[in-house]
């Protein structure tokens, strides 16, 4: 279910930017008869309407930002968030524009006036966020329970190398993890356990989504670099959730999604990524996982990764139903 919602949002992008590059009737035909008779199309293409880190992601990876906005691509991932708020008002007006111009306008109306849902923002206690604690890794590999991080091979850093902090005045160096040793994984991960129990999730209504955002550098940006988001959502209190972890990730009762992006060849800046994942109702404990991908190439060599700026939010999207009149 997790990887056909991803398949349909690439989809939706896709047909959007055949309909306004390519002037493409059928994409455009399609795209209509999506909307028009897929409920669940209507819902995702609102919702990445009002994903503001989700837009930006998929709209620079298709190469359409310059449509929508003037700033370069490569400038959107240096903003501060207060500098993404400044322009997401724009970004929006202008995707809604988008849509208005390439559809047909009894379904636009209706998609737009009827359907577009208000979403509901509230940020999760992350245990420090901005990496500003030197002592934040407190535990190697998986933690046991929440307030602290975990980590492969990780060290809380200030600026080094050339690379300034995102925010604040340190950051995370993710080490490469050597190719010789005897590890399944060779990917350098950093971990943290979120108690969920405080939110009321059995009472709330409509569609939920928990979104695990996070920025990244890499120190040889002449190479592309892929970075891993991941979260679960078990109905398990943390310290019960952490125990045989691993043995879980497969079960059909753990609610997950895993992400990879990848960053374009010569851009040197934070990189900021997200990740959306529906929350079941009832769940105790999220676990999410942040982390740099090694070269497929064995004889390439790995670049250390930084990592700042962790954000996780509980999105509660609930469809309006206005009234209007043609």
Do not use: C
């Amino acid at each position: 279910m997790n990887h056909e919602s991803a398949s349909l949002d690439y989809r939706l992008l896709a047909l959007l930017q055949a309909v306004r590059d390519d002037h493409d009737d059928s994409a455009r035909v399609t795209l209509n008869e999506l909307l028009r008779h897929d409920p669940v199309a209507r819902v995702a293409m609102a919702r990445l309407l009002v994903d503001e880190q989700a837009l930006i992601h998929r709209l620079r990876d298709d190469s359409i930002v310059s449509l929508l906005d003037s700033a370069p691509a490569a400038e959107l991932g240096t903003m501060a968030r207060s500098t993404r708020s400044q322009i997401w008002r724009p970004l929006i007006s202008a995707a809604a524009g988008v849509l208005f111009g390439t559809l047909s306008t009894s379904l636009v109306y209706g998609f737009v006036v009827h359907r577009l849902p208000e979403v509901e923002k509230v940020p999760l206690a992350v245990f420090d966020p901005g990496l500003e604690s030197a002592g934040s890794i407190i535990h190697r590999g998986l933690p046991k329970g929440g307030g602290q991080w975990g980590a492969d091979s990780a060290l809380v850093v200030t600026a080094e190398n050339g690379v300034p902090p995102l925010e604040g005045a340190h950051m995370m160096r993710l080490e490469p993890i050597p190719r010789e040793k005897n590890v399944k994984n060779l990917a350098s991960r950093v971990y943290q356990v979120l108690d969920l129990r405080s939110l009321p999730t059995q009472d709330l209504d409509g569609v939920t989504d928990v979104q695990v955002t996070a920025s990244f550098f890499s120190t040889k940006s002449e190479v592309s670099s892929r970075y891993l988001i991941r979260a679960f959502a078990l109905d398990e209190v943390p310290e019960q959730a952490t125990k045989d972890f691993w043995s879980k990730t497969e079960d059909d009762g753990v609610v997950s999604v895993a992400q990879r992006f990848d960053t374009t060849p010569g851009d040197r800046d934070w990189h900021t990524f997200s990740l959306k994942m529906p929350l079941p109702r009832g769940a105790s404990t999220l676990i999410f996982i942040l982390g740099a991908v090694p070269p497929e190439d064995p004889a390439a060599e790995a670049s250390v990764h930084y990592l700042d700026d962790v954000e996780v939010s509980l999105l509660q999207m609930v469809s309006t139903s206005g009234d209007s009149s043609d």
